[in-house]
Nanobody, 114 residues
Framework: QVQLVESGGGLVQAEGSLRLSCLAS????????VGWYRQTPGKQRELVAT???????NYADSVKGRFTISRDNAKNTVYLQMNSLKPEDTAIYYC????????WGQGTQVTVSS
């Protein structure tokens, strides 16, 4: 059974930085596409960034140049380095893993104050 556990969320001032981590259980991490999505109340969950098993990355336009996704297959972990944070980045951030099925973490709150 696959489980994803996020950590690293919290409260930060605008222009600050946070680093999210997501630890995956199981044996399919290294062959999966993993990524981060976010959601605010009343809105649909939206893509933040993904990284394939070959290292190809994809970012939402709103975070390009500020956020960096990376993965460590030896640690079954995907990271999201978030710099120059803005109040509009405030959301619950969810880790995802895709291999035949979609797997989701429980989410971690990121709050950016102005």
């Amino acid at each position: 059974q696959v489980q994803l556990v996020e950590s690293g969320g919290g409260l930060v001032q605008a222009e600050g930085s946070l680093r999210l981590s997501c630890l995956a259980s199981g044996t399919i991490f290294s062959i999966s596409t993993v990524g981060w999505y976010r959601q605010t109340p009343g809105k649909q969950r939206e893509l933040v960034a993904t990284i394939t098993n070959s290292g190809r990355t994809n970012y939402a336009d709103s975070v390009k140049g500020r956020f960096t996704i990376s993965r460590d297959n030896a640690k079954n972990t995907v990271y999201l380095q978030m710099n120059s944070l803005k109040p509009e980045d405030t959301a619950i951030y969810y880790c995802s893993m895709k291999f035949l099925h979609d797997y989701w973490g429980q989410g971690t709150q990121v709050t950016v104050s102005s």
